[in-house]
Structures are given as C-alpha cells and as structure tokens.
C-alpha cells in the first residue's frame, strides 16, 4: 500500500488551534472508521492521541481531537502549547488485516 | 503499568539476519496483537506486520514478506521479529507495539536500533 499524505509541516502560535491533514484512499482512510494518529517527540517512541477517528485514550488532553470526512482525516490541536511541538503520525486500517502509515507532519509551535 | 522493553542495539553486515525482542509486561500478552513498525533515521513510521501471540497467526506487509517473521514464546510473555537478508536500506530503528484491540497501537517499545554496515 502507498503511505498515507499528510502535510510535512504545521505551525501555529501558543494559544492558536492548527489542523493536520491525512488522505488516503476508500481502501484505507475512506473505507474504515480506524484511523489513528501518533505523537512522536525526537528520539522518542511514537504515542497514541486519538483511534477510531475521534476517540481519545486515557490521558489525552481533550484539545486534541480527530475527525474525517470522505478519504481524508484530520487531528486538530486546539490552545496550542510548547510541548505540542513533535512530529504527528496518521495511520489506517488499510484492509486485509493490514496498516498503513502517513509520511508524518512537523508541528512547530511559534 | 503496560511496559514493553526490547532488546538492545544490533549491527549486523550486509546479508546477515537480526532478531530483536520485545518483553511485555502490565498485561497478557496473549490478549493483544503485536505490531512491529521501523522508522529509518529522520524517516517517517512503516508498519511491518502483527502477530496474534495467543495463536501464532501472523500478517506482513507485503514488502517484508520472505524475510520478516514474527514469534513468540508466551511462557516469557516475549515477543520476536527476525529480519533476514539485511541491506544497508533495513538501518532503522524496529518498534514493538501493543495493539489497543483495534488496528492501532496504544503502548510502544522503546526502540531498537539495528545498524546495517559491512
């Protein structure tokens, strides 16, 4: 399967919400309501924000939130803080038990 | 706590084979698919297949199949992924995940870098 596209950069002030984009196909992202979405701060293991679209484990701040429409996904973080800033990570269930991963977006906090 | 600690730093030469662990603790490890993801240096996050530890059952991304296979020993609550005919291209760091009960991963390994050099 072909990785998911997503912006290879975000930014937005403390304070301010910002949107990061994912688009698949209708056999991963458009197909399943399993998307996930990653944060990963450098040299650190990836950490799970929201499955399922729009649903947030235990101990997620609920500024983050997930949905999608059609073929493309979305996580916004809204009251952008400084530890926001890390790479985002989309994924999908991409059919015939298998996963698939977006390229990964930079979120910079100004 | 969930915790999965994997085995330490490899560096393998070209064409050999490597196989790294991943101890689970905090939870059944047969109660949960493991995943294995790899992200090469600056890269971005490739899903490299699961295991069903309570049956044995695998699924591989179709890249790796032919040369990844994925075990477990549950008297250890361990789990394995060997990689074989390494090239220069497999330097990344491997990860071990534990499946949430969906396609996604709700506790990740700490990383095991595998260097590929002659």
């Known amino acids: 399967q072909s990785a998911l596209t997503q912006p290879p950069s975000a930014s937005g002030s403390p304070g301010q919400s910002v949107t990061i984009s994912c688009t698949g196909t209708?056999?991963?992202?458009?197909?399943?309501?399993?998307v996930s979405w990653y944060q990963q701060h450098p040299g650190k293991a990836p950490k799970l924000m929201i499955f399922?679209?729009?649903k947030r484990p235990s101990g997620v701040p609920d500024r983050f939130s997930g949905s999608k429409s059609g073929n493309t996904a979305s996580l916004t973080v809204s009251g952008l803080q400084a530890e926001d800033e890390a790479d985002y990570y989309c994924?999908?269930?991409?059919?015939?038990?298998?996963?698939?991963f977006g390229g990964g977006t930079k979120l910079t906090v100004l | 706590q969930v915790q999965l600690v994997q085995s330490g730093a490899e560096v393998k030469k070209p064409g050999a084979s490597v196989k790294v662990s991943c101890k689970a603790s905090?939870?059944?490890?047969?109660?949960?698919?493991m995943h294995w993801v790899r992200q090469a240096h600056g890269q971005g996050l490739e899903w490299m297949g699961w295991?069903?530890?309570?049956?044995?059952?695998?699924e591989y991304a179709q890249k790796f199949q032919g040369r990844v296979t994925m075990t477990r020993d549950t008297s250890i609550s361990t789990g394995y992924m060997e990689l074989s005919s390494l090239r220069s291209d497999d330097t990344a760091v491997y990860y071990c995940?534990?499946?949430?009960?969906?396609?996604?991963?709700?506790?990740w390994g700490q990383g095991t870098l595998v260097t590929v050099s002659s």
């Open positions: 995940g534990k499946s949430y009960g969906g396609p996604g991963l709700d506790h």
């Open positions: 399922e679209v729009s």
């Open positions: 994924s999908s269930y991409a059919g015939s038990n298998s996963l698939v």
């Open positions: 905090g939870y059944t490890l047969t109660d949960r698919h």
């Open positions: 209708t056999s991963d992202v458009g197909g399943y309501e399993y």
């Open positions: 295991i069903n530890p309570k049956s044995g059952d695998t």
